[in-house]
């Protein structure tokens, strides 16, 4: 860590730790998941040169590696300088706080799109969503990973002013398909509970009254496998108070490895 120019001197304390904030969208983290929390008393101006040797957490493809700070509730990537070689990541920055070295991976965005056309939601009800995809032609064996997918549905009040978002946050999943498999995983049926990976109970926003969806949700998951050379093809769907719960159209993206 090297400042720019101190006015003050103070000391300067590292911890690591294994949890923190997610990262973003289109970022994977190493094995194990490891954070730095840098701290000073010192004061200074100016910026800091920060750099972070990550032996001791391995990646699947170091050369993709970006070091992250954790700036006003977002993770930005401040990445200057990246040594395989030596294992060190530097970048350059204006303050402390978490610090996290991550993986680049393949990001994807679908929508918005409204499959339930204009949907209506009384609080309290339940809002579920998920996804299921394939792998067509011959392919070997692969473990396809989806980090951080979560659908973001824009709403309004039925009746009366009132707008905003809701998340539909879903975890990390695995799924193994097999050599040469072209079935929809983990399953081609939209009524099935095993492509609903994740929900949430609609808010009470609009002082009791029923919450508006007719504009549809985003889509948005990292993608990433033990096979980056043949494409995988994705649909999302989503359900409320026992809608339809239709698939979308099908996006298709060729994933790169994933970081752990």
Known sequence: ???????????????????????????????????????????????????????????????????????????VDVTTSLNTGTMTICGSVTSLSPFVVAQRITSLTMGPQAMEGDLRLAPGAALIAGYDFTMPGQHPA????FVGPEVVFGWTCVSGPGSGSLIVPMVRQAYQDIQGGNSWLPSSDQHSATVYQGSTTVPNVCGGGQVRFQNGGTFVTGVCSTDRNDAVHLRWHYSGNGSAGGWSGTKSVVPTVCGH
Do not use: I, K
């Open 142 to 145: 692969a473990t396809v990973s």
């Open 1 to 75: 860590l090297t400042f720019a120019q101190v006015t003050q001197a103070g000391q300067t304390s590292l911890m690591t730790s294994s949890g923190g904030p997610a990262p973003p969208q289109g970022f994977d983290l190493g094995s194990p998941a490891t954070y730095y929390n840098l701290s000073t008393t010192a004061v200074f101006t100016g910026s800091l040169q920060l750099c972070v040797n990550y032996t001791g957490v391995s990646f699947n493809d170091p050369t993709q590696l970006r070091l992250l700070h954790y700036e006003s509730g977002n993770w």
